[in-house]
């Protein structure tokens, strides 16, 4: 099963060290330079105009780690844009200026709050939750920073995402695109349920036992 | 005096007129950075704002609507009205001396693109007279939020008027320094002898003219969606803007980056007392990196699910490339050379590290897996501030402190200078670098406030403090600036020993620039004339 938590770390893993160790070799060579090459005399130094041969070695080790970097990144972004034809739960997400519609498709449970009330989006663990998201009105984008992933939703298009979510415990989302006044309280709440929980959870919610309320 | 000076003295319009329409190069970029100065200081005053109002979770200092104008014109401020016009204003000054020229092409073409970016500042500014406040849809205006139902109101007119005229503007600047290289170079100075930041200007001024009018066009399709209808509202409407938004906006990051880049690689060389290194590679590499930069615009969109991020990631990270070979050259300067630590330098080699921590997430960015995490988050304004300001102010100031001898005749205090490279230098990092851990940390960026619970503020507090360090290091530059102009120590014509043409004139140059020019057979002339050629 995918997980974007554990893409977004394997591709991090690769990426994080090698910015490190670049950074620590050019500031490295920087103090270097500026310690060992300081002006003590007047004289001219030797002008040495160009290395070719060394600049083009280097052109090559730095195509070379571009490469690495992207085979990574291609083959993880393949994997974490494919959407599966029969995922284990589907939710469809409707953004609007300040809120959140969390409706689960065929189960008559919908969940909606807004930024004065933040929703509650309840997910069951180890399962691919398929996501098709939209808006009402401007761009908004819905993000779980702890999933490590964010999808814009635009007005009048459908937007699909696979997430599945590996351990029970309450997460925040977040509107990652900026939308207007209320952008910094468009938040939800993200809810992570074992199977048995989730479904308990999710009948407690089904529309025709529980009347009123924010419940519909 | 020669009879053209004598004459052209005679003609010079004197008083008010002189101010507002005076044709001399030098003295038009002088006004550009005079106005840019002037933005500057209101959108730092702006960030300052939004820095104490996000100390404190929860605080209302400002309200969200007010917070919202205030970012809208922090970052409009920053990069219409400061930094592109500084750059551009850069070589409005310096390229018709480094290229052996009385003049710019089109010196009333230039002073025309001068007053449309201070037209545009003004209207942008005016907004905030309306009745709905400033422009409130971030410095992109993304439709459907910047059309009319999304922010009703003259002030988001106003914006977009505000944008359009700057952005014309700088088109005008853009297209008169490419003409003063192509035509004005003065005899023997051939491409392949043109200083290195002239050189940068010219990649710069490609994308310019290249970019700019899609910024134009963007903007009047704008306008016309907010008072006819119909442009942007179908399904595939915003993403349109969108593409035509980043079409321009990111070219424009090296619009905004190449200058001062050029600047850095002119003092590296001047006070290590070395020819510049690997010209060749150079100058190769500026343009594969001006034509790749045509190319990577939708790596801003990788989280929409409509562009083909691996195409955007490819070209992207490719840039690392001809970034590499800049370093790579910048650094063979310095190395085996005579280094002295004047404050130019200094600005330099804090341009160099910092500009590489950007330049290091920008790769990180320019991974979607990577991205989808931190897009929208204040890792993105960590980043582009490590780039912007860590990277392309620094530039600058390394560029004010070494030319400031040439334009004015007086040195720069240099303990005034050295303190302000400290304050900066501390400032920059300590407002920016938590910025990375706050976005990885799950903070959305563009936000008016956020809840205590959420452990943001320790980090924030940070943050606030280190941007009024700044703007202590940026008060201590205005102190020098006063102080150096009212007790002046003369600098001579060319106290660094530069080794390009602008130091073989008077300083400052006289109305048409030369009265006599050097031989001119490389890119260091003056060097040359100094200690003889390079076999």
């Known amino acids: 099963m995918k997980s974007t938590q554990s893409d977004f770390q394997h591709v991090a893993s690769l990426y994080g060290p090698i910015a490190l160790a670049v950074f620590v070799i050019v500031i490295g060579t920087i103090l270097f330079i500026v310690v060992r090459f300081r002006r003590r005399d007047d004289e001219l130094p030797r002008q040495r105009t160009g290395w070719p041969l060394g600049e083009a070695i280097y052109v090559l080790l730095v195509a070379a780690i571009v490469a690495l970097l992207l085979e990574t990144t291609f083959t993880t972004e393949a994997n974490e844009d494919k959407v599966q034809a029969d995922p284990g739960l589907r939710v469809q997400v ?62 009048k298009r459908e937007t699909s995402f696979d997430l599945t979510f590996d351990r029970p415990g309450l997460n925040l989302g977040e509107c990652a695109e900026f939308c207007g006044l209320h952008h910094a309280d468009m938040t939800f709440n993200v809810l992570s349920l074992t199977p048995r929980d989730f479904a308990s959870w999710l009948s407690d919610r089904r529309r025709p036992r529980v009347p009123g309320g924010r419940r519909r | 005096m020669s009879t053209q000076t004598a004459v052209a003295a005679a003609r010079a319009p004197r008083g008010l007129l002189a101010w507002v329409a005076t044709t001399d190069h030098k003295r038009i970029a002088l006004r550009i950075v005079g106005a840019a100065l002037i933005f500057f200081v209101a959108g730092g005053l702006i960030a300052l704002v939004m820095r104490s109002q996000l100390a404190d979770p929860g605080a209302q200092l400002v309200g969200r609507d007010t917070y919202n104008q205030l970012f809208t014109m922090h970052g409009s401020t920053m990069i219409y009205l400061v930094v592109t016009p500084v750059a551009l204003a850069l070589g409005v000054y310096l390229v018709p001396l480094q290229v052996g020229a009385a003049d710019i092409a089109g010196p009333r073409l230039t002073l025309f693109g001068h007053w449309l970016i201070v037209a545009g500042g003004l209207t942008m500014y005016s907004g905030f007279l309306t009745d709905h406040g400033a422009g409130k849809a971030g410095w992109t205006g993304y439709v459907p939020l910047s059309a009319s139902q999304g922010t009703p109101g003259t002030g988001m007119d106003l914006w977009i008027i505000g944008v359009l005229l700057a952005a014309l503007g ?109 010209y060749r590679p150079l100058i190769v590499s500026l343009l594969i990196f001006a034509g790749g930069s045509m190319s990577v615009w939708a790596h801003h969109m990788f989280t929409t699910g409509q562009v083909t991020n691996q195409y955007f990631s490819l070209t992207s990270t490719a840039l690392a490339i001809p970034a590499g070979i800049e370093y790579f050259d910048i650094l063979g300067t310095m190395w085996g050379g005579k280094i002295s630590l004047r404050t130019p330098m200094l600005f330099a080699l804090g341009f160099l590290v910092q500009f590489l921590i950007g330049g290091l997430t920008g790769v990180m960015l320019g991974s979607p897996p990577l991205n989808y995490d931190v897009h929208g988050s204040y890792f993105i304004v960590a980043h582009f501030h490590y780039t912007l300001f860590a990277g392309s102010m620094f530039g600058l100031f390394a560029a004010i402190y070494y030319w400031f001898p040439k334009v004015t005749g007086v040195f720069l205090r240099e303990g005034l200078g050295k303190l302000n490279f400290v304050l900066l230098f501390v400032g920059t990092n300590l407002t920016f670098f938590p910025m990375f851990i706050l976005g990885y940390d799950g903070m959305v960026r563009r936000v008016a406030t956020y809840p205590s619970s959420t452990g943001f503020q320790g980090l924030n507090i940070v943050s606030t403090i280190g941007a009024f360090i700044i703007a202590s290091g940026i008060a201590v530059f205005l102190l020098n600036l006063v102080l150096s102009l009212r007790d002046r120590r003369p600098a001579g014509d060319d106290p660094w020993e530069g080794h390009t043409l602008e130091w073989a004139t008077s300083s400052p140059p006289p109305r048409f620039n030369f009265h006599a020019l050097p031989p001119i057979r490389s890119y260091a002339p003056l060097f040359d004339l100094r200690h003889g050629e390079q076999r």
């Not at chain 1, 300040?98 to 989006?121: A, K, M």
């Not at chain 2, 297209?175 to 192509?182: E, G, M, S, Y």
């Not at chain 2, 963007?218 to 907010?226: F, H, W």
């Open chain 2, 170 to 278: 700088s088109f005008v600047l853009g297209a008169t320094v490419l003409a003063t290289v192509l035509k004005f170079r003065a005899p023997g100075m051939t491409m392949l002898r043109l200083p290195v930041f002239s050189w940068t200007m010219v990649a710069t001024c490609l994308m310019v003219v290249m970019i700019f009018p899609v910024l134009v066009v963007a903007m009047a399709l704008l306008l016309a969606e907010r008072h006819l209808g119909g442009v942007f509202d179908s399904a595939g409407g915003p993403i349109t803007y969108i593409h035509l938004f980043w079409f321009y906006g990111h070219p424009v990051v090296y619009v905004m980056f190449f200058p001062f880049l050029g600047a850095v690689a002119e003092v590296v060389a001047v006070f290590s007392r070395k020819r510049f290194f690997g």
């Open chain 1, 94 to 155: 409707t953004a609007f200026q300040w809120g959140w519609r969390f409706t689960y498709v065929g189960q008559r449970v919908s969940v909606l709050g807004d930024n004065t009330q933040p929703p509650i989006l309840g997910v069951p663990t180890n399962t691919t939750v398929q996501f098709t998201g939209t808006s009402l009105d401007v761009i908004h984008s819905f993000w779980v920073p702890a999933l490590r992933f964010k999808r814009d939703l635009f007005p």
